[in-house]
């Protein structure tokens, strides 16, 4: 595949998947996600790579989720609701090597879940974490919710999503959101430390060890698939269109009046 949305590279047993639109804050369309479901499959049957970093192009941010400002009724490409977004949550899962996250700035909506799937997550520390699913008419009723009560507890994930605040990075690492924090110029050292420890380690061991851990959450993916058919009908909605519309109108949505 020619890759336009994102950066693939290898070397020194690590595959590095860079979202490329910083223009966008690295949100990501339907063709990126295509891209980002190739390149990881493309590592995962690469006997020589060990690990996987999972990042965004510049230092304002890792992924802001899905870019609202293409969706005009849905994103336009394959899957139930236009973007196949769900394969990419389950091609991070599937993968037999682990996936870090390293996180560049803003990790918000769809790239706060990303962090949440990902095995382990590194932040500088001028990283903000959070949602915005409800402030934008969106939701991700699977892998973004469940499992990320899993990750920092019931109450916190609820917070998380009822209130759609931003976090930073400090405060991700005291809910175990992430793993470490360190300064910006220190963020590819450390990224790069972790990763040379997993590739010296057994990686049958290590696919092993993932697959186990997963087992404990996989129902969340059949879930996760029920509830995208759930999200598309509410995408039809004017309740819905209101938040994209509110965002790139750059005002303050009015949900409530189109309740019926």
């Known amino acids: 595949m020619e890759y336009q949305d994102i950066l693939y590279t290898k070397a020194d047993g690590i595959a590095t998947i860079t979202i490329n639109r910083p ?27 060990g690990v996987v970093v999972l990042t965004g192009a510049g230092e304002k941010a890792f992924c802001t989720g899905g ?10 490409g394959r899957g139930v609701i236009g973007l196949p977004i769900e394969e990419v949550q389950s091609a991070i899962r599937d993968i037999s090597k682990p996936v870090i996250a390293r996180v560049n700035g803003y990790a918000i909506g769809g790239g706060n879940v990303l962090v949440t799937i990902c095995d382990l997550a590194i932040a500088s520390d001028n990283a903000q974490l959070g949602q915005a699913g409800p402030r934008v008419g969106s939701v991700d009723p699977g892998f973004g919710t469940a499992l990320l009560a899993r990750v920092v507890g019931e109450k916190k994930a609820r917070e998380i999503w009822y209130l759609c605040r931003r976090y930073t990075a400090q405060q ?28 010296e380690k057994s990686p049958t061991a290590i696919a092993l060890a993932k697959k186990s851990f997963n087992v404990d959450t996989e129902m969340i993916r059949g879930m996760g698939g029920l509830a995208m058919h759930a999200l598309k009908l509410y995408y039809e909605t004017p309740e819905s269109a209101e938040g994209g519309d509110a965002f790139r109108e750059k005002r303050k949505p009015e949900f409530r009046k189109h309740v019926k």
């Not at 223009?23 to 790579?49: G, L, P, V, Y």
């Not at 175990?176 to 990224?191: I, K, S, T």
């Open 23 to 49: 223009k966008q804050f690295n949100a990501f369309r339907a063709q990126t996600c295509e891209e980002m479901i190739h390149a990881f499959k493309d590592a995962d049957f690469d006997k020589s790579i």
């Open 67 to 76: 870019d609202q400002g293409t969706q005009d009724g849905g994103y336009g």
């Open 172 to 199: 991700a690492l005291e809910m175990g959101l992430v793993n470490a924090v360190v300064p910006q110029d220190q963020l590819d050292a450390e990224v790069k430390k972790w990763c040379d420890e997993i590739v």
